[in-house]
């Protein structure tokens, strides 16, 4: 994966956007900034159950660059003040943090023996929720994962079963024991997060090798679905309500799987004039609208809606990006989040966070942040305040007038819920 991107170069350079500036009530949105001293390129932040506490991980945007400061946190929601955080050192968090059903959090962290180094481990960590460590465990002890990870996040059944991947695919029980494990042996590594439908079948995409369903029980294939992609896909999938699976992939195709494993419609950005890769992971809204960020666009990187049947509902392209900037450099990692309001929250690549109206897709409001936004979602609490992080390191709390997560909606953000579960019905 290419990892030096337009929001280090605003990292770097300290360009402020001026031009088409923000929300006039920017000062107002912002409730509180945390920050520290690494950088927080591939964390999503998580919520704990009763609201009250912030997680997240750090981790270098760029590859050959090696912190030494790397860590979990855990901030206080009220305050933004620190609650405690679980030094990792070298070991950078290439994943977002989930929150188990009593409270403990997993997240994967990644090693490297150097700064350009390849990996030597991934391991994935359970902490309890005043951050002692549980347990950790090996999920690439063979090194069949050689690259970042990092957009795979671990998963968390309703039974307490953790499910991560790196080479392969990794069923851990709460006490830290392996359940089972699920190679293919011509596949590549898995870039994406698996997500656990209602009745708890998985679904993950090998880098090579078609959509899986896997059985939760031992493992075994359930299906295959060949989406004709020899290429990355980094978003991981998302399951509407009558249990059809949302892909978006690298070379910019999206397509709805039904739960039986053939495919219902695929969609080409290059169809309605715009050639992009896609790695913003979709969200389903309640009347079955997909919502999605592309990359790399030309003539631009836009923001889409698409409807249940795959057709465009609207499009939203920027204008006015700050200097001389061409709006193709309107790079959307982020995942978007639906608020109970109905308004479509996402952040974007030159620092900024944006709310749009679901009918149109017009800016309700728009804030500024200090750096770039990359691989960070929002998450969105019943107070009606949005967690996002950038590049730089900050974690912001930004006000809302929406109060949570848009209840309806099948599945209304970047792995599912605000604890990142991945798990449909939780």
């Known amino acids: 994966?290419?990892?030096?991107?337009?929001?280090?170069?605003?990292?770097?350079?300290?360009?402020?956007?001026?031009?088409?500036?923000?929300?006039?009530?920017?000062?107002?949105?912002?409730?509180?900034?945390?920050?520290v001293e690494s950088e927080i390129y591939y964390s999503s932040p998580a919520l704990s159950l009763n609201e009250e506490t912030v997680y997240f991980g750090t981790s270098s945007g760029i590859l050959a660059k090696q912190a030494a400061n790397n860590a979990l946190y855990a901030v206080a929601v009220a305050t933004g003040q620190v609650l405690w955080k679980f030094p990792l050192g070298i070991k950078e968090v290439r994943s977002s943090p989930a929150v188990c059903a009593d409270g403990s959090i997993a997240f994967v962290a990644s090693e490297r023996n150097s700064a350009a180094g390849p990996t030597v481990r991934d391991l994935l960590y359970r902490l309890s929720s005043n951050g002692q460590l549980q347990w950790t465990f090996n999920i690439n002890p063979g090194l069949q994962?050689?690259?970042?990870?990092?957009?795979?996040?671990?998963?968390?059944?309703?039974?307490?079963?953790?499910?991560?991947?790196?080479?392969?695919?990794?069923?851990?029980?709460?006490?830290?024991?392996?359940?089972?494990?699920?190679?293919?042996?011509?596949?590549?590594?898995i870039r994406n997060a698996p997500v656990i439908g209602k009745n708890g079948?998985?679904?993950?995409?090998?880098?090579?090798?078609?959509?899986?369903?896997?059985?939760?029980t031992d493992g075994h294939t359930l299906w295959s679905c060949d989406l004709g992609v020899n290429d990355h896909v980094l978003a991981s999938p998302a399951i509407g309500a009558d249990g059809r699976i949302i892909v978006a992939t690298n070379p910019g195709i999206v397509y709805a799987v039904a739960p039986t494993g053939e495919i219902l419609w695929s969609f080409d950005t290059a169809?309605?004039?715009?050639?992009?890769?896609?790695?913003?992971?979709?969200?389903?809204?309640?009347?079955?609208?997909?919502?999605?960020?592309?990359?790399?666009?030309?003539?631009?990187?836009?923001?889409?809606?698409?409807?249940?049947?795959?057709?465009?509902?609207?499009?939203?392209?920027?204008?006015n990006l700050p200097g001389e900037v061409s709006s193709s450099h309107f790079d959307i990692y982020s995942s978007p989040a639906i608020g109970a309001d109905g308004i479509i929250y996402f952040g974007q690549e030159f620092g900024r966070v944006y709310g749009l109206y679901p009918q149109n897709g017009e800016i309700q409001w728009m804030v500024e942040t200090k750096s770039g936004i990359t691989w960070s979602s929002p998450a969105l609490s019943s107070a009606g305040t949005l967690f996002i992080s950038d590049l730089s390191g900050r974690l912001y709390a930004i006000k809302t007038a929406s109060q949570g997560l848009k209840a309806q909606a099948p599945w209304p953000k970047f792995k599912h819920d605000n604890q990142n579960s991945g798990a449909a019905g939780q």
């Open 1 to 35: 994966m290419i990892r030096i991107c337009w929001a280090m170069l605003f990292l770097l350079t300290g360009c402020q956007q001026k031009v088409n500036g923000p929300d006039e009530k920017q000062n107002e949105r912002i409730l509180w900034t945390f920050a």
């Open 145 to 189: 994962a050689t690259v970042d990870v990092g957009q795979s996040a671990p998963s968390v059944a309703s039974d307490g079963v953790i499910y991560a991947a790196a080479g392969g695919l990794y069923a851990i029980n709460p006490d830290g024991t392996c359940k089972w494990t699920q190679f293919q042996p011509a596949a590549e590594d």
């Open 201 to 216: 079948v998985l679904y993950f995409v090998y880098h090579n090798i078609p959509l899986t369903a896997l059985d939760p």
């Open 271 to 319: 169809s309605i004039g715009y050639t992009c890769t896609l790695r913003s992971s979709p969200a389903i809204d309640e009347d079955g609208t997909i919502y999605l960020g592309t990359n790399t666009g030309n003539p631009a990187s836009i923001f889409l809606a698409l409807n249940p049947n795959g057709t465009v509902k609207w499009i939203f392209e920027p204008a």
